[in-house]
């Protein structure tokens, strides 16, 4: 997994060299019989900002929760910085978070929000005019610093929020679904302010989000959840092009996941033969599985080339099928190939050529399906 | 002519509280406002006319302001007055210093458990205020259900006097009004969004402060209503410090009966009813703008 990839974000924001700036060590947290977190170990970087990526109820918020104080592990320690934080209470923990909903203080002013924090620290009023100002500058909202949180807009109340969050200079902050109350186009520029904010202030984000978009766009590494555990760890490259897990291809974009028998392992290939596909998938990298025993494949829909004529070469890597289904969606279109055994099959292709034009494969064409043989991902579980 | 309809059925609806607000509390006031302005006399009713015909074609409109002023020269009605603010405001305050968290541990108790909790505080009036107030004297007179407890456990040798102090117009006060401070305070805390006080610990406030920054100015609607509905019946009230006060714990409700009844001086009573309305409607006044304040805030 620790292949050099060509990712010049996540490569410029961490050092995977350094020491970890927060631990968790075998943290459970039950509700009664409900474990909502698992025996989860995880390390965060100084300064990166990590994902905690998962569905409703897979205890992600939980271990935000138990990051900020709110609950505290049933066994397990954190530590913040090399100090044990486990038992401390919220208001000791160099810690802020931004909730989901925001919880601005309804009969503050903006300006009293962001300065709330401040003024609990007895830090010399001029001090905190002046912290307050600034951080509203930098998310610029400074010219409604009198105003009240009902009187502004949603995306106006997240910058607040923000500011807040920030205003004490954590050394963590916590993130809640940030973005899930904004509309999309919103969404999409707040995601990019984040990053930029982030930068400039060198603080470390740990992110909550369900939304596996603004996973891979926010995130400098991501932790998949599922039943309160944590599955998969790794840069967005990793969880998208190297899952390890069917339930991690799944979730994470779109995928093909066949179901097959591990024909031939060499240390450069393997070998898949799956009745689902009708076919042989040739892989060029190795795995770890007794020769026989049964795996899955994931192709990822974009991976696959599709074509009326029958591609060059040998049999593998290639299946022909009809056209059951086509989606246009302006900048791509899906097609959904049935197989002779009929599976149904999900390619994407960029649309490089404009609709209408002559020459396009359309309904019930049959056609041929390829892909490279780096494009498979054999998972094992 | 639909909109004409639509104007006659409001107008049918607010009537209905329109007529009985003048029914019975406009036409009752000026009623007692004008026997607190008559002179009194022996007989029945007890006060002059305020109209006389002092010839056949001459009429003689005679309004007495000494009943007024002799509220205010007389300190037995000075010392009732403000007796009966004290012991209001204490009251009040009582209240709301059980009430609170009571509000507070219904309004966050288990959903399930909540309404049973909301119905244990007003099962209380289900009996009748009077039988209640009646049953406290069996528990705290001599030999009541405390002190015969105490001696026969032998804490104490001699009964302790709580019946007929004001310990005990306390603690029939805020016994009896304790669910109206309780009500409106849970309405009120219910509403507050437990988020916003882990935004206040995240931010570094303890708890207390928290109280007094977060939950106090968000709750402050409640603690108005609740304590206006305790300060102004309490103010008037009349059967508590009767029953269970003693001869000198002086409140205007107690004047008031004594005026109206032992005395029979009708003007006087009528006039000490006028000043104790006139008195309790500044914090009705107060409460209003408060209220008014707070809908423009939301």
Not at chain 2, 158 to 184: C, H, K, N, R, W
Request: with cysteine.
């Amino acid at each position: 997994m620790s292949n050099a990839r060509p990712d010049q974000r996540t490569e410029a924001r961490q050092d995977t060299r350094a020491e970890p700036y927060v631990r968790l060590e075998r943290v459970t947290r039950k509700f009664g019989d409900f474990v909502a977190v698992d025996d989860v170990s995880l390390q965060i970087r100084r300064g990166e900002i990590f994902c905690l990526l998962g569905g409703s109820g897979c205890g992600k918020t939980t271990l935000l929760r138990m990051l900020a104080g709110f609950e505290q592990p049933t066994s397990g320690s954190i530590w913040i910085d090399g100090v044990d934080v486990t038992g401390l209470p919220p208001y000791e923990r160099p810690v802020n978070m931004m909730f989901q909903s925001y919880a601005l203080f309804p009969h503050m002013t903006v300006e009293q929000n962001v300065a709330f924090g401040l003024r609990q620290d007895r830090i010399p009023r001029a001090e905190i005019k002046e912290r307050a100002g600034a951080m509203l500058e930098l998310v610029r909202m400074r010219e409604f610093a009198g105003r009240k949180p009902h009187q502004l807009s949603g995306g106006q109340r997240q910058r607040v929020a923000l500011a807040r969050s920030l205003v004490k200079r954590p050394k963590l902050l916590l993130l809640d679904e940030p973005l899930a109350a904004l509309d999309k186009k919103l969404r999409q520029h707040t995601q990019f302010e984040l990053i930029n904010i982030q930068e400039t202030l060198g603080v470390t984000f740990v992110v909550v989000t369900h939304d596996q978009e603004e996973a891979m766009t926010l995130a400098s590494r991501i932790g998949v959840m599922n039943h309160g555990e944590i599955i998969q760890v790794g840069t967005p490259t990793d969880i998208y092009e190297y899952p390890n897990s069917r339930f991690v291809a799944d979730f994470i974009g779109s995928v093909n996941l066949f179901e097959g028998r591990l024909v031939e392992d060499e240390p450069d290939y393997v070998r898949i033969a799956s009745d689902e596909l009708g076919g042989a998938f040739y892989i060029s990298h190795g795995v770890s599985a007794a020769p026989g025993a049964v795996v899955w494949v994931a192709l990822r829909p974009e991976k696959i080339q599709i074509s009326r004529e029958q591609p060059e070469g040998d049999g593998d890597n290639r299946i022909a099928g009809v056209v059951a289904e086509i989606a246009y969606l302006g900048d791509q279109s899906v097609y959904l190939v049935r197989l002779a055994s009929g599976r149904q099959v999900r390619v994407t292709q960029p649309n490089i050529v404009r609709q209408g034009s002559a020459g396009r494969i359309t309904w019930d064409e049959a056609v041929w399906l390829s892909w490279d043989a780096t494009s498979p991902v054999v998972v094992t579980q | 002519m639909k909109r004409f309809r639509l104007r006659a059925g409001r107008a049918a609806v607010s009537a209905v509280p329109a007529l009985w607000l003048l029914l019975f509390f406009a036409v009752p006031f000026l009623i007692v406002l004008k026997i607190s302005v008559s002179g009194m006399r022996l007989g029945m009713p007890p006060y002059e006319p305020l109209f006389t015909w002092a010839t056949s074609l001459v009429l003689d409109l005679r309004i007495h302001l000494d009943n007024y002023a002799f509220l205010w020269q007389d300190p037995l009605y000075r010392n009732a007055y403000l007796n009966s603010l004290r012991v209001a405001a204490v009251s009040t305050l009582l209240c709301l210093l059980f009430g609170y968290p009571l509000a507070w541990g219904i309004a966050r108790a288990n959903p399930a458990w909540r309404n049973l909790l909301l119905l244990l505080i007003m099962l209380p009036f289900w009996t009748s205020f009077l039988l209640r107030v009646y049953a406290w004297i069996g528990i705290l007179k001599n030999n009541g259900l405390i002190n015969n407890t105490l001696l026969a456990l032998g804490v104490i040798d001699e009964p302790i006097v709580m019946l007929q102090t004001d310990f005990a117009v306390y603690l029939g006060i805020v016994y009896s009004y304790l669910p109206f401070m309780v009500l409106p305070l849970y309405a009120a805390i219910e509403k507050l969004d437990m988020t916003l006080l882990e935004a206040a610990a995240d931010l570094g406030c303890r708890p207390f402060r928290a109280f007094l920054t977060i939950t106090v100015p968000l709750t402050w609607s409640g603690i108005v209503a609740g304590s206006l509905l305790v300060f102004i019946p309490a103010v008037g009230e009349f059967v508590i410090p009767a029953l269970l006060g003693g001869p000198d714990s002086l409140m205007i409700g107690r004047v008031l009966w004594e005026e109206f009844f032992n005395n029979r001086d009708w003007p006087v009573a009528s006039a000490v009813a006028i000043a104790m309305l006139v008195l309790l409607v500044v914090p009705i006044m107060v409460f209003q703008h408060v209220q008014g304040r707070e809908g423009a805030v939301r």
